[in-house]
């Protein structure tokens, strides 16, 4: 299966009574397997997940601790690139090159590469002193 079938499918699942916003994601682990999130609001919204989030919680937990591609898709009237946070979350477990898909469920697409996505990234380096 495609990661954007992967990230198209998990999407329909998307918990989203208050926002109406359902996001699919899908991304691709060094061994090639695929795993999938999709985002879980909450009524208390700082509360809620987001699919990248979600995606990579389920990669961590199968065993998984490098990923190479990550497509994302949302009902929005351009790609929707992932927040701040799951920008972070990416760059943890993704090189600078890994390339990151950004979807419409009306066709159209953004490719960038995670070290374009989050220039300035905050690392392992930072933590040496």
């Known amino acids: 299966m495609s990661l954007k079938d992967a990230a198209t499918?998990?999407?329909?699942?998307?918990?989203?009574?208050?926002?109406?916003?359902?996001?699919g994601a899908a991304i691709r682990a060094a061994s090639g397997a695929v795993y999938?999130?999709?985002?879980?609001?909450?009524?208390?919204y700082p509360e809620g997940t987001c699919a990248e989030a979600g995606a990579i919680a389920a990669m961590i937990a199968a065993g998984d601790t490098e990923l190479t591609e990550v497509y994302v898709?949302?009902?929005?009237p351009m790609p929707v690139t992932p927040?701040?946070?799951?920008?972070q979350k990416l760059?943890?477990?993704?090189?600078?090159?890994?390339?990151?898909t950004m979807a419409t469920t009306g066709g159209a697409e953004q490719v960038m590469t995670l070290a374009e996505m989050l220039p300035g990234v905050f690392n392992p380096a930072h933590m040496q002193g």
């Open 9 to 23: 499918r998990v999407r329909e699942n998307a918990y989203a009574p208050y926002s109406n916003f359902k996001v």
């Open 36 to 44: 999938t999130g999709c985002n879980v609001e909450n009524v208390a």
């Open 83 to 87: 927040c701040g946070g799951c920008r």
């Open 91 to 100: 760059a943890e477990f993704g090189k600078p090159a890994v390339q990151i």
């Open 73 to 76: 898709i949302a009902g929005s």
